[in-house]
């Protein structure tokens, strides 16, 4: 039978998850910006705290403070929770993409990617304790630097996932059937840097070595790394360099970007990439950089635990489905850990890091229903 006391919680509740999701969405919060991110981890501590979560605040010096909430349950293993709650958008995107939600759409910085993951939490919290459906201990992480690879919130991230049963990572969903992900690729970030010799473009030409020729064929190499059969790209998405038309460029530089489906792929591209090497007489290559995030590969726990989610969500009602994306997230850390990791639970919707970013507003209920029912079933 149906479980219905869920999804009749989360709808009861629908408002004032829109609600809070706007005033999160308002407190503009970038990665870069830690005074704004910190007022935004102000917010959500106390609204944390107005729901009893006993909090950690680990400060930081660089990105914004990180907070660690914990609720007590039963005797067994915790579930530990995953949200960002840094954005792409810098300060003032809010002027030009205010935070509008009707009933069919909601739009805003980061509304999708993944402020609405931390309103439909919130109500999730309240739905279990009015429900008295308190299962597993809970300890949720909100994390600051997410979208610049979890720097400093890797480690504690990996830690607490080890003390975990399982981890639900609520990033968005995959459009267009909302699929949960189970299966991500790992990404490596590089920064190759070419330096040559200046001289005078004109008067003394063949006495420079251009740093921005040698860019060019590491570029082309680099570039030809990619094998789509494998589902390996490699993508040199920044370039920079030299200082003035008529100067023979003494230094140039690329940023990559490289994504593989397995560990062992990434075993065997990412010692070739470092090995980059000069191409023209006169210039030096370096290569500075590593794999940020594993692979979540398709993995036994990981299906285990798609499968336990979709019964669970059968359990109220739902249908959930499965799919993969090139896309990084902090669940890519907790399934190479060999953690059961549920990821993609955050709210429909589409166009993160872009304009069109929005949320399905008929979805969030019923999200924040199954989100509920996992704290409390798993
Ligand atoms: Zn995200």
């Not at 919060?29 to 107005?50: C, Q, T």
């Not at 792929?265 to 010692?271: I, K, N, S, Y």
């Not at 069109?356 to 019923?366: G, S, W």
Request: one cysteine or more; a negative charge.
């Amino acid at each position: 039978m149906v479980d219905t006391s869920f999804a009749e919680q989360a709808q009861a509740r629908l408002q004032s998850t829109l609600d809070e999701l706007k005033a999160l969405v308002e407190l503009e919060s970038p990665s870069s910006e830690k005074a704004a991110v910190d007022s935004l981890v102000d917010h959500i501590a106390a609204r944390i705290e107005a729901r009893g979560g006993d909090i950690e605040r680990i400060s930081q010096p660089e990105y914004g403070d990180l907070l660690v909430a914990r609720w007590p349950g039963d005797d067994r293993e915790p579930l530990f929770v995953m949200t960002h709650v840094d954005t792409v958008w810098p300060v003032g995107t809010f002027e030009r993409i205010p935070c509008e939600i009707d009933d069919a759409v909601g739009r805003g910085p980061g509304i999708y990617d993944m402020k609405a993951s931390v309103a439909m939490m919130l109500t999730a919290l309240d739905i279990l304790s009015e429900l008295n459906a308190v299962g597993r201990p809970i300890v949720w992480l909100v994390n600051t630097e997410e979208e610049v690879g979890s720097p400093v919130s890797r480690q504690h991230i990996e830690t607490l996932a080890r003390e975990a049963s399982t981890v639900l990572c609520l990033e968005p969903p995959v459009p267009p059937n909302d699929a949960l992900k189970t299966q991500r690729k790992g990404v490596g970030m590089f920064t190759l840097t070419a330096t040559g010799r200046a001289a005078h473009a004109g008067a003394d030409h063949a006495s420079g070595v251009s740093a921005i020729e040698e860019l060019a064929r590491q570029i082309q190499w680099v570039h030809g790394l990619t094998d789509y059969s494998k589902g390996t790209t490699v993508n040199v998405g920044v370039i920079s360099g030299g200082t003035k038309r008529n100067v023979v460029a003494a230094e140039a530089s690329a940023l990559i970007d490289l994504r593989v489906e397995t560990m062992a792929e990434a075993d065997r591209l990412v010692p070739i990439v470092l090995s980059a090497a000069a191409q023209l007489e006169g210039t030096t290559v370096t290569v500075e950089g590593e794999l940020n995030r594993p692979p979540m590969e398709r993995s036994p726990h990981v299906l285990d635990a798609f499968e336990r989610a979709r019964e669970i969500a059968a359990s109220i009602g739902q249908e959930v489905h499965e799919s993969s994306t090139g896309g990084g997230s902090d669940g890519n850390f907790t399934a190479a850990l060999g953690v059961p990791t549920i990821d993609g639970l955050g709210c429909p919707g589409d166009g993160a890091h872009a304009e069109t970013e929005h949320i399905q507003v008929p979805k969030v209920a019923p999200r924040t229903a199954l989100i509920a029912a996992l704290l409390s079933k798993l």
